[in-house]
């Protein structure tokens, strides 16, 4: 299974970035392996899309971050990738919190705790359980 970090320098010793377009680099981790395969990014307009084009490439099953931009958020929730919020983190501690299930979900492109209402399908209802739908 692969994972995606959004991260200050290509290790996972450097934090998780604050906002997924901001990132200095996009880390593609084999969570069986613990191997990652770093992708440099330029931040600027539309540079966002290409790091989810990376991820959906990868068929990564999450991605660990900050704030998302409404468009890649959409992206991602309509392909199912789920979101996790891991700043403050290192990329290797935020992969661990996540494999204990200690990361927050990011459930919309707000950082707000409701559910985006555009994004709920079978996969995402099983996510968002925590209210009425």
């Avoid at 770093?38 to 999450?62: K, M, Q, Y």
């Avoid at 992206?75 to 204990?100: K, S």
């Amino acid at each position: 299974m692969n994972i995606a970090v959004t991260a200050a320098a290509d290790s996972l010793n450097s934090l998780v970035c604050h906002e997924f377009a901001r990132t200095h680099y996009l880390l593609v981790v084999n969570m069986e392996t613990m191997a990652s395969t770093a992708f440099p990014h330029t931040p600027g307009a539309g540079s966002d899309l290409e790091l989810v084009r990376i991820i959906l490439e990868h068929r990564c099953e999450a991605v660990i971050t900050g704030k998302l931009g409404e468009e890649a958020f959409k992206l991602l929730a309509d392909e199912a990738v789920t979101r996790y919020r891991g700043t403050g983190m290192t990329a290797a501690y935020a992969l661990e919190a996540m494999e204990n299930r200690e990361l927050d979900l990011i459930r919309n492109a707000d950082g707000t705790e409701e559910c985006a209402s555009s994004h709920h399908d079978l996969e995402e209802l099983q996510v968002c359980s925590g209210h009425d739908h």
